[in-house]
Structures are given as C-alpha cells and as structure tokens.
C-alpha cells in the first residue's frame, strides 16, 4: 500500500523567500505523483504531476518539484513566494500498472503555507 | 471553464438520517469519485466510478455508502443512517481517464451530523 508523509502542517515564510514544502512518499511500485493546491472555500485544484517522464517538473504558478527516487521524495519549491500563494497544499501518490480501472489518490495531511508581508 | 459542481455546499442533519450529497462532473468524463476530509485530517478516498459501476473503493466505503449515476450528468454519494463521525467535507472529482491522469475536484459538501 502507498503513503505519503508531508512534514510540517504549516510552514510561514516571507514574500519573496523560497518556498519549500516537503512530501516523502511511499509505494512498492513506481509512483505517481501529485501536488494540489486548496485556496480557502474552493476545491483541490492540480499544481503538478509526475508521471516517470522527467524529473523536475514544472507546474502552474512558478511551482515545481522534483522526484527523487533514492530519497524517495517529491518536494515542492517555489523560488519567490507571493502573498496569493497563501493555501493549503497536498501531496497525494496513485499507484501505477494496476492494469485499468480508476485508481484513488493517497493524499497526504496537507501543510498550510503562509506567507509573511 | 468546465468544472465539478456539488450541491448542497453545507448540509446538517441529524444522526441516523440518510442523506444524498450531489455532484454534476464534468461533462465528458468518464471516471468519478467520491473523497471526504474530516476537519483536521487527510484527504482519504472513498470511491471510484466508471461505466456504471463501482470501481474500487477504501476500506472507509462499506454498506452505508453507496453511489450513484441517476442520470447523464449526476453522481451522487448516499450516506445512510448517519453518525456523528461522518462529519467530514465531501468531494467529488471527475477525470477524462483513469488511471494517473488529472482529477478535477468540487468545492466540496461539508457535512454536519448533530
């Protein structure tokens, strides 16, 4: 069964800092991996997807993230952060190969991004 | 833009009662599901839906779930005889495909059990 552990449930930086949010998953087959966004009172909108293509990849807003096997993660950063950035963020994991059907989305707890003025 | 529309977005009711939480996906998808959020905790998924039939589900969907395609364009989550701990935000999402592509979510239904 995968997991996925996102450290940190809020994370607080200034406007204009990095942004790093941490995502460690675990699966016993390839991942795919997810990152979503939850603005207040709305729904989870996808930043990103990894899908075993490339590496880093680049998502809406100026966010990526990068998949790095060995250490099993899949941070997402974000070099300058703006004030609209503020929301809830979600790592979520689906499994790959389980030959059709729809497969449901692991998420993680969610970490809570606030950025300082 | 298209987007998954869900109806009521704030629902009470009283325990023990079944209630019927609705979702209009988008439009030329093909593949539902159902995800709730209990206040405070993790995304977990309940259920998946094509061709008319269920999917996969989790472990939380047992026989007081079920779900539904009454028609062309409605999929609905009932919840019968409901407890206190099925106070939760309910989404659901819709995708073209299956497997490992896009889901796009509701704004969710937040239920209330009293």
């Known amino acids: 069964a995968q997991s996925v552990t996102q450290l940190g449930s809020h994370v607080s930086v200034s406007e204009g800092a990095l942004v790093l949010l941490r995502c460690n998953y675990s699966?016993?087959?390839?991942?795919?991996l997810f990152w979503y966004v939850q603005y207040p009172n709305q729904g989870l909108q996808l930043l990103l997807k990894?899908?075993?293509?490339?590496?880093l990849v680049k998502g809406i807003n100026g966010f990526e993230a990068e998949f790095k096997k060995s250490e099993t993660s899949f941070h997402l950063t974000k070099p300058s952060a703006h004030m609209s950035d503020a929301a809830e963020y979600f790592c979520?994991?689906?499994?790959?190969?389980?030959?059709?059907?729809?497969?449901?989305?692991?998420f993680g707890k969610g970490t809570h991004l606030i950025i300082q003025p | 833009e298209p987007e998954v529309t869900q109806t009521p977005s704030h629902q009470v009711t009283q325990m023990g009662q079944e209630v019927i939480l609705h979702c209009v996906p988008i439009?030329?998808?093909?593949?539902f599901y159902w995800y709730r959020q209990i206040l405070g905790q993790k995304v977990e998924f309940l259920v998946s839906?094509?061709?008319?039939?269920?999917?996969?589900k989790s472990e939380i969907f047992d026989d007081q779930f079920s779900v539904e395609r009454p028609d062309g364009s409605n999929f609905t989550l009932k919840i019968r005889s409901t407890k206190l701990e099925d106070s939760a935000m309910y989404f659901c999402?819709?995708?073209?495909?299956?497997?490992?592509?896009?889901?796009?979510f509701g704004q969710g239904t937040r239920l209330t059990v009293v």
């Open positions: 439009s030329n998808h093909l593949y």
């Open positions: 990894y899908t075993s293509a490339a590496t």
């Open positions: 699966s016993s087959v390839p991942p795919y």
């Open positions: 999402a819709s995708s073209a495909t299956g497997l490992n592509t896009e889901a796009f």
């Open positions: 979520a994991v689906s499994i790959s190969g389980s030959g059709g059907g729809a497969d449901g989305l692991t």
């Open positions: 839906f094509y061709n008319n039939e269920i999917s996969e």
